[in-house]
């Protein structure tokens, strides 16, 4: 319900982390910041009643819900320094299944305490003038070292399951 070019911002959903919902000619996105004092352990995505949930080749959360897909596309997590400098910060997703209920959490790599942190989930930018886009796997596994990061393949199982192989230095 948040029309393009239009930001919802809900303050402290968690003590120091705010929740952004919002709009771009790329498609819908949405954010966590974690303000400076805030725990990005403490976020956590809840999914219950689907029929199944997993991650697709190209890296995509896709929850299967009601006879629909509904898709969360690669998320990045970055920190911005006072020159504006975007900084990468690494990810791995963490998996719980409680009585139907499947939690996402998040475990971040090294950054900033200081800085705010921030966590987008949505599409990335158009290819014509909408900059370019360093999205990875996310989803599935810590992709985001110091140095060169390859992946070398992505093949999927009969379930459906994603597998990738590649490093990160």
């Known amino acids: 319900g948040v029309p393009a070019y239009r930001r919802g911002i809900y303050a402290d959903v968690i003590d120091h982390i705010d929740f952004h919902v919002y709009g771009s000619s790329a498609g819908p996105r949405m954010a966590f910041v974690v303000r400076p004092g805030g725990n990005p352990a403490t976020i956590t995505l809840n999914f219950t009643g689907q029929d199944s949930i997993g991650i697709d080749w190209e890296g995509a959360l896709k929850v299967y819900l009601d006879g629909k897909w509904v898709k969360l596309e690669q ?81 999927t199982d009969e379930d459906g399951n994603a597998y990738t192989c590649g490093h990160a230095l």
Not at 116 to 128: C, E, N, R, S, T
Request: net charge negative; hydrophobic share 30%.
């Open 75 to 155: 998320a990045v997590a970055y920190q911005v320094e006072g020159d504006g400098t975007l900084v990468d910060v690494g990810w791995t997703a963490a998996y719980v299944h409680e009585e139907g209920t499947v939690y996402a959490g998040f475990n971040f790599g090294s950054y900033d305490p200081g800085l705010p942190l921030v966590l987008q989930i949505g599409y990335g930018p158009l290819g014509l003038g909408g900059g370019t886009d360093t999205r990875d796997r996310y989803w599935s596994t810590y992709w985001g070292g110091g140095g060169d990061d390859e992946f070398s393949c992505v093949e």
